[in-house]
């Protein structure tokens, strides 16, 4: 509804000053109301930033609590020309002697005679360009005497026979020579390109057979594949063959991705307790002035942070019982920091000692496990204790948000009534002025004698 100036011109009061002032004195408890409001709403929004940090956290610490991410390898080749290697997680470590003596390679068909340009006709009349691959059933082309090569070509691509036909230029660019080149799509004995009817002019024949890869790893055996690639002899490791020649292979521990991981670990731990500590903070800009952060009086904030720390002190029985012992120590903010050279001397020396400490066993959690399911129990979706904190946030800025309009309503009807009462206050006082004058002015009158 709109209002309407009261200017005080009967009156000579300053009206719109006075009606300002009983409205500040009506909208203090709306103003406690918006203060609470705006403090609810940064209680939210740390422990929306909180939730964040646990919850990667718990995807850090989930992925260190699988054994299989001490699993991690690499994998080393002494001759890269002859053969390289590539090694997914796996128990499978040590140095095998790789010697190749045949690569895999696929089919190639030509046609011995050739044609001026790629337009030409090749078909020497009604009839077929039928081949096939390795046992496959033959794929068929029908020919005319007005199909071109760049025809043939198209035909054979589209045909989905696993080959790949090409117009190649055997002569030169003065003096061109143009001859269709077939190439299978894969490799080995089996790709071999065999043409069963050659209903063209160009004398098509195999000219080159598929081949398989022949190799050995000492002490193991020896073995032919259709593919250079190989990843089904070694466990986990895929092998690319590139030469013959002998190398050798190393398998072993990846000990700078496995402290990498940890690092990160530490690096997702603090994140936690960075936010906590500056969201909680308690600040005095001057004596009696005192700011306290969003999550300085959550208590449940406290009990996770205490958690984690319980979890980071989880205990082993093995070679190292604590991250102490693998150089992963707690400062005095509560943050961790990593001795890199005391982390690198424990991987070398018992690498599975340190899965069991991080990862467990399988009677006994590890320090992952326990920071996982901290996390885990604090920050999930609807059943976490930070999520029911938030629903409960929720709800009481939403009973706020009520609240606060219902206030606001009050005061524009009190604002409104002040003005309309302010406002029959000046006409009566101006009719009062009015009937003040007039006497004045009879009394003047009769003073001067006049009727």
């Known amino acids: 509804m709109a209002t309407f100036a009261v200017g005080g011109l009967a009156s000579g009061l300053d009206t719109e ?127 005319t005497a007005t199909t071109s090569l760049n025809d043939l070509v198209a035909a054979i691509n589209a045909s989905g026979s696993g080959v790949r036909a090409m117009a190649v230029n055997l002569g030169t660019a003065d003096s061109p020579a143009w001859t269709l080149v077939l190439a299978s799509a894969t490799t080995g004995a089996a790709s071999t390109i065999t043409v069963v009817s050659d209903g063209t002019a160009l004398g098509v024949t195999t000219t080159q057979t598929g081949a398989d890869a022949e190799f ?68 005095q800009a001057a004596p009696g002035a005192v700011t306290q952060g969003p999550l300085a009086s959550e208590g449940i904030v406290r009990l996770i942070r205490w958690g984690l720390a319980d979890a980071v002190a989880t205990q082993s029985t093995g070679r190292y019982r604590s991250l102490a012992d693998l150089g992963i120590t707690t400062q005095r903010d509560g943050t961790l920091t990593v001795d890199a050279t005391k982390l690198k001397q424990a991987l070398n020396a018992d690498p599975e000692g340190v899965r069991d400490l991080v990862a467990g066993t399988n009677a006994v959690d590890g320090v992952a496990d326990a920071l996982a399911a901290r996390a885990r129990a604090a920050a999930a979706p609807l059943t976490g204790s930070l999520a029911v904190r938030q629903e409960a946030l929720t709800q009481s800025l939403r009973q706020l948000d009520r609240q606060i309009a219902a206030a606001e309503e009050r005061l524009a009807r009190i604002e409104e009534m002040l003005r309309a009462k302010f406002a029959a206050l000046e006409q009566t006082i101006a009719r009062m002025q009015r009937t003040s004058t007039f006497l004045a002015g009879q009394l003047a009158l009769l003073e001067r004698g006049q009727p």
């Open 17 to 143: 000053s006075l009606i300002r002032q009983l409205l500040a004195l009506e909208r203090r408890p709306l103003a406690v109301l918006e203060t609470r409001r705006q403090r609810l709403q940064s209680v939210s929004a740390a422990i929306g930033e909180l939730s964040g940090k646990l919850d990667a956290l718990r995807a850090r610490a989930g992925a260190l609590g699988d054994a299989r991410s001490f699993a991690a390898r690499t994998a080393e080749s002494s001759d890269p020309g002859v053969a390289t290697a590539t090694a997914a997680a796996g128990d499978l470590r040590g140095e095998f002697t790789l010697t190749v003596t045949a690569l895999a390679r696929g089919s190639i068909a030509a046609g011995a005679r050739t044609v001026a340009d790629p337009t030409d006709p090749v078909g020497a009349g009604e009839g077929t360009f039928s081949f096939r691959v390795g046992d496959a059933d033959p794929v068929s082309v029908a020919v």
């Open 216 to 283: 050995s790893l000492a002490g193991i055996g020896a073995f032919t594949r259709a593919s250079n690639s190989v990843s089904d002899v070694l466990d986990g490791v895929t092998l690319t063959l590139r030469g013959t020649g002998t190398t050798a292979l190393t398998l072993g521990v990846d000990r700078e991705g496995i402290a990498q991981t940890l690092q990160e670990l530490v690096e997702a731990y603090n994140a936690v307790v960075r936010v906590v500590a500056t969201q909680s903070q308690t600040t």
